[in-house]
């Protein structure tokens, strides 16, 4: 091979291998942007659930309530859920309880019937249990009925307010045997909750609407009282 021959092949062996270190860096650069944006939206995802779990407490609360939402990047919005209390004719009670939701990327936090549920691609968890009590003579479904539609969407930092007023209201539905039913797309998080208090557990779409509810029959007759705590909501 001539010296002409030799130095074209160092400069074509240069040119591929600065191809492929400039090929890896960019993939380098691209999987360390994918953990940077997971990790932010886990942070997100945990920051809001413990702002929720602290702005709204309308079991505690009478009245007026004010707390603060921060997230850096994400989506808050409302959703339409139901809290049923069933008996052996059917539903005894229907709360329209709705949820409020806080989404970016594949992580979230829902507040849903007095509960914070954290949640990702195929799991969820309970940070707050569901405001259900149950004993051997009396079971109260205490809800928190969410009015209000809430959508807010942002990047780059964000800090809202969020107020509740609050009002209370007690349902007597007698003895009986109940089962309740809390509609919600994380199942995964009120199931094990309700296992937790050694409920039988069945999951199923009572309403048709594709929105599933775990259901809990509580055995033996009971007295039931159904506690709806109207709460207003407004993100400012």
């Known amino acids: 091979m001539s010296a002409s021959e030799r130095g074209q092949s160092n400069v074509v062996g240069v040119a591929v291998l600065l191809g492929v270190t400039v090929v890896a860096l960019g993939l380098l650069t691209a999987s360390v942007g994918t953990v940077v944006d997971q990790h932010a939206a886990a942070s997100d995802a945990q920051r809001v659930a413990s702002d929720l779990d602290e702005a709204l407490q309308p079991v505690e609360t009478t009245g007026v309530r004010r707390g603060s939402v921060s997230f850096t990047r994400g989506s ?5 859920r139901e809290v049923r209390v069933l008996d052996s004719g059917g539903n005894a009670s ?3 309880a709705n949820a409020l939701r806080f989404s970016t990327g594949n992580r979230g936090a829902t ?7 954290a949640h990702g691609d195929g799991w969820s968890r309970t940070r707050s249990p569901v405001t259900v009590t149950a004993d051997p003579d009396v079971l109260v479904v ?3 009925a969410l009015r209000g539609d809430v959508a807010r969407t942002a990047s780059g930092g964000v800090t809202y307010t ?4 609050v009002s209370h209201e007690r349902r007597n539905l007698g003895r009986g045997g109940y089962r309740v039913a809390v509609e919600t797309e994380h199942t995964d998080a009120v199931r094990a909750q309700f296992e937790r208090w050694n409920a039988t557990v069945s999951q199923r779409d009572i309403d048709g609407d594709g929105t599933p ?3 809990a029959d509580f055995p033996g007759a009971r007295t039931a009282y159904v506690v709806v705590h109207e709460t207003a ?4």
């Open 142 to 144: 205490s809800v928190p």
């Open 76 to 80: 808050l919005d409302t959703l339409d």
């Open 111 to 117: 507040y849903l019937a007095g509960s914070v549920l």
């Open 213 to 215: 509810s775990v259901v």
């Open 94 to 96: 229907v709360v329209d």
């Open 162 to 165: 969020l107020r509740s007023n």
């Open 233 to 236: 909501v407004t993100v400012t």
